[in-house]
């Protein structure tokens, strides 16, 4: 059974005190590695794609990076406006490519 | 206008009322899914639907069923809600070149009384 475990569930910043998020999975062949944002009230956006370990993709003060085990997404000098949960789902290689989703970290940054 | 449209927003009900939370899309995407979103349990697959004539479980479909009435509706039915059915639920699409990634609805925010 596929697994994605994120952590930390909550995490308090700073504006500008750089971080990571991690999410750790468990898949029998991994398809591809998503990243998600949610606001409040709202849906979950697309953020990332990420396919084979040592690929890496950015998008102004986030960068997502993803091994054999684990993927993280880091927050460099974040801004209030980057406040959000943040979704990691992963996609097996076999069977019907539904992906699977972790938990969430609520990201919160203080001005 | 928005790719993925779901109404109602919100719902107020009761106890055993039977309940139909509507999804439609304008991106073309063929497949369609609902999800529901607890606090502190993430996103939880309902139904998904990878064409018309396509129906099928995900991890908690009990007490609920599902209608694909054309590609771009997906409509997801509570036929005798109860309280623990209380929840956030999301409809999403894939497709296309990016069949891998979901767009989501804005949600439909429900409450069983």
């Known amino acids: 059974e596929d697994q994605v475990t994120q952590s930390p569930e909550a995490l308090r910043l700073q504006e500008g005190e750089s971080s990571s998020l991690n999410c750790s999975y468990t898949?029998?062949?991994?398809?591809?590695l998503f990243w998600y944002r949610q606001d409040p009230g709202k849906g979950p956006e697309f953020l990332f794609t990420l396919y084979s370990a040592g690929e890496e993709k950015e998008k102004e003060r986030l960068k997502a990076t993803l091994t054999k085990k684990e993927s993280f997404l880091h927050i460099t000098a974040p801004k209030p406006e980057d406040s959000a949960t943040y979704l990691c789902?992963?996609?097996?290689?076999?069977?019907?490519?539904?992906?699977?989703f972790g938990r969430g970290t609520s990201l919160i940054v203080h001005p | 206008d928005a790719d993925v449209t779901q109404t109602p927003r919100n719902r107020i009900t009761k106890t055993g009322k039977r309940i139909m939370l509507e999804c439609s899309q304008t991106k073309g995407h063929d497949r369609m899914y609902w999800y529901r979103q607890d606090p502190g349990l993430g996103l939880r697959l309902i139904y998904y639907?990878?064409?018309?004539?396509?129906?099928n479980k995900g991890e908690i479909s009990d007490g609920y069923s599902v209608s694909r009435q054309a590609q771009a509706k997906f409509s997801l039915s509570l036929e005798s809600a109860i309280p623990n059915q209380t929840a956030l639920y999301f409809c999403a699409t894939s497709g296309g070149a990016g069949a891998n990634v979901l767009t989501f609805g804005a949600g439909s925010r429900l409450t069983v009384l």
């Open positions: 898949v029998s062949g991994l398809r591809g």
């Open positions: 639907s990878f064409d018309v004539k396509d129906i």
């Open positions: 789902a992963v996609q097996a290689s076999g069977g019907s490519y539904i992906p699977t």
